[in-house]
């Protein structure tokens, strides 16, 4: 059993006693938490909630419902939904807050509780840490019965959210049906399933093979939308009936693309291929985390524009894209964010700029992909004893490496020309996790394991 308690929400495996789970009382005394800060924070007393499809959504989402009807709260639920599209609903329902249940790429027996403010955008970390001191203190109060919150559902607001991807500027339904594209989809039997298939038709797509749509919450294979893990979508591609492949991950924020042949696309590439697009029918800056692959930045500069990094995690690189007025954003794992439409992760959005980006382009998926600079990314870690502390570490690195470019906003990143290399430590684990990224995939495994022995030799030193 587990459960973890972040400045980003609570996320835990079902089951198990209360405090070594994600348990109904656990349940309950977060969403009163976060229910007692939004009253504090905001005077809309109402709250937007939706899920994904996982087995235990409807238990989490009844007793979120309900915990927050007993705080005074009004309750609008969307029911089986996506990420985004709660986000988009916060502010176009006046409301206080919102909340999630997800556990995004988690596998079947994980479930969460994302949180998000008035605007629709995850909560920041001085906020989250209100929460986490609200829930451990048990600093919430509890309505009269007369002044019990209101509970109300609302079923239309897929469809709004693929009316709003149809009026975004850069998206061209026309442009995308005049290609005749025939798509195949894996939607992991969540709340995709639902909306992916008619977002693909209402944007004219002409062929949509469905794998993986029930939105039962049975995965079929792990849930995060990596190349181990999409065997069969791929094997689907490879006889040549289809044009591209897409797979979501089970909240839908974060989107994966295959080409023609069966081959990837590569998770990277989404935010840059659409900001690529963005880019090039208007001039602006971009943001990605500081583990996402340069190519963002090579095509950002291209096109004119200023490319910056921010620290790993999406309230981190919103506010960034902010600060920067970048008009396109995103994390590398195919979140991406389009200020145009809401400040957040969206595949739905993704999808709509991704396909008018090939319709317009003329030619494949893998032709397009051939047309970015090719880095290969290497992800690797190394564990330490409990006793070694990994802040000195990161620290005699960072000397080591002194005359190149260093960004230290989240570890420690080293840049050597077009290569670098990413050094985060875990924040519960004594683990480093090392990316690197190069020209080819034997360059960017040796650059991780120069740093690597680079570790070991400041360690027994000691």
């Avoid at 007692?36 to 989402?61: F, H, Q, Y």
Wanted: charged residues 25%.
């Amino acid at each position: 059993m587990a459960l973890i308690k972040s400045i980003s929400g609570i996320r835990g495996t079902i089951g198990g006693k209360p405090g070594d789970g994600l348990s109904p009382i656990d349940i309950v005394k977060f969403s009163a938490a976060y229910g007692a800060w939004v009253l504090e924070n905001s005077s809309n007393k109402k709250i937007v909630l939706g899920r994904d499809a996982r087995i235990s959504g409807k238990m989490v989402s009844q007793l979120v419902a309900s915990t927050l009807q007993g705080l005074g709260i009004d309750v609008i639920d969307l029911g089986l939904s996506t990420t985004p599209t709660v986000e988009l609903a916060v502010p176009r329902e006046n409301a206080g807050g919102g909340i999630i249940i997800t556990a995004s790429h988690n596998p079947i027996q994980w479930n969460a509780l994302k949180l998000l403010n008035s605007q629709g955008e995850f909560i920041s970390d001085s906020e989250g840490k209100e929460v986490l001191e609200k829930a451990e203190n048990a600093d919430f109060t509890f309505a009269e019965v007369r002044k019990l919150g209101n509970y109300s559902q609302r079923e239309d607001y897929l469809d709004i959210h693929i009316q709003h991807v149809l009026d975004l500027k850069l998206v061209d339904p026309a442009a995308i049906a005049a290609r005749k594209f025939k798509i195949v989809i894996d939607c992991v039997n969540s709340s995709g399933g639902l909306v992916i298939p008619k977002l693909l038709t209402a944007l004219g797509v002409e062929v949509i093979e469905k794998m993986y749509c029930e939105p039962n919450g049975d995965f079929p294979h792990n849930p995060e939308p990596l190349p181990e893990h999409l065997r069969d979508i791929s094997l689907k591609l490879e006889n040549g009936n289809f044009d591209l492949g897409i797979v979501v991950d089970p909240d839908v924020d974060r989107l994966a693309f295959l080409n023609e042949d069966g081959s990837f696309f590569g998770e990277e590439y989404t935010l840059v291929a659409v900001a690529d697009y963005v880019l090039s029918q208007q001039k602006g800056n971009t943001v990605s985390n500081l583990s996402s692959t340069r190519a963002l930045r090579d095509v950002t500069e291209l096109r004119g524009g200023e490319y910056n990094a921010a620290a790993v995690g999406e309230v981190n690189v919103v506010n960034q894209m902010k600060a920067t007025n970048a008009i396109i954003g995103g994390e590398g794992n195919g979140g991406v964010i389009y200020p145009e439409s809401h400040y957040g992760r969206d595949a739905l959005v993704g999808i709509g700029l991704f396909l008018t980006h090939l319709a317009k382009f003329g030619k494949s998926a893998s032709r397009l992909r051939a047309s970015y600079p090719g880095y290969f990314i290497s992800k690797n870690k190394i564990e330490l004893t409990p006793s070694i502390n990994v802040d000195s570490i990161l620290e005699k690195i960072q000397r080591k490496y002194q005359k190149y470019p260093i960004n230290t906003i989240d570890g420690v990143k080293i840049e050597f020309d077009k290569e670098w290399v990413h050094l985060r430590k875990s924040n519960t684990e004594p683990i480093i996790r090392i990316y690197s990224e190069s020209g080819t995939s034997a360059t960017a495994e040796h650059l991780a394991n120069k740093i690597i022995l680079d570790i070991k030799e400041i360690i027994s030193e000691k």
